[in-house]
Nanobody
Framework: QVQVEESGGGLVQPGGSLRLSCSYS????????MGWFRQAPGNAREFVAV???????TSYGDSVSGRFTISKDNFNTMSLQMNNLKSEDTAIYYC??????????????????WGQGTQVTVSS
C-alpha cells in the first residue's frame, strides 16, 4: 500500500510563483510514476504533469507546458514548480502515484493512489 501527501498550496497573485511538494510512503515496486492533476469547481480532473520515477522522463499538460516544472527531489519526494501563474490555474491540486505501471500515465484512471489535495488560488 502506498500513501501520498501533498503540501504547499496557497494564495498567489497573477504572474507569481508557487511550489508544491509531494511525498509517498510504502514500498512501491518499479516501474512507477508520480503525477499532478488539478480540478476546478465544475470541471473534470485535469492532467498537469508526470514524472517516470526510474528514468526521469516528464510530460506536461498543454495548459501548463513552459510554465510548470515537475522534478524528483529525493527517493520519495517530488515537487511542482509553478511560474507565471494565471487565474485559470486556480484549482485543487492532487498528487498521485501510479503504483507499478510501465509507460507514461496521463489520465486519472492510470493512477492508483491519491493525496487529499491542496488548494491553489491565483488572484489579485
Amino acid at each position: 500500500q502506498v500513501q501520498v501527501e501533498e503540501s504547499g498550496g496557497g494564495l498567489v497573485q497573477p504572474g507569481g510563483s508557487l511550489r508544491l511538494s509531494c511525498s509517498y510512503s510504502g514500498r512501491p515496486v518499479l516501474p512507477y510514476s508520480m503525477g499532478w492533476f488539478r480540478q476546478a469547481p465544475g470541471n473534470a480532473r485535469e492532467f498537469v504533469a508526470v514524472i517516470v520515477w526510474n528514468t526521469g522522463t516528464t510530460s506536461y499538460g498543454d495548459s501548463v507546458s513552459g510554465r510548470f516544472t515537475i522534478s524528483k527531489d529525493n527517493f520519495n519526494t517530488m515537487s511542482l514548480q509553478m511560474n507565471n501563474l494565471k487565474s485559470e490555474d486556480t484549482a485543487i491540486y492532487y498528487c498521485a502515484h501510479s503504483g507499478m505501471k510501465a509507460g507514461i500515465p496521463r489520465t486519472p484512471n492510470e493512477f492508483a493512489y491519491w493525496g487529499q489535495g491542496t488548494q491553489v488560488t491565483v488572484s489579485s
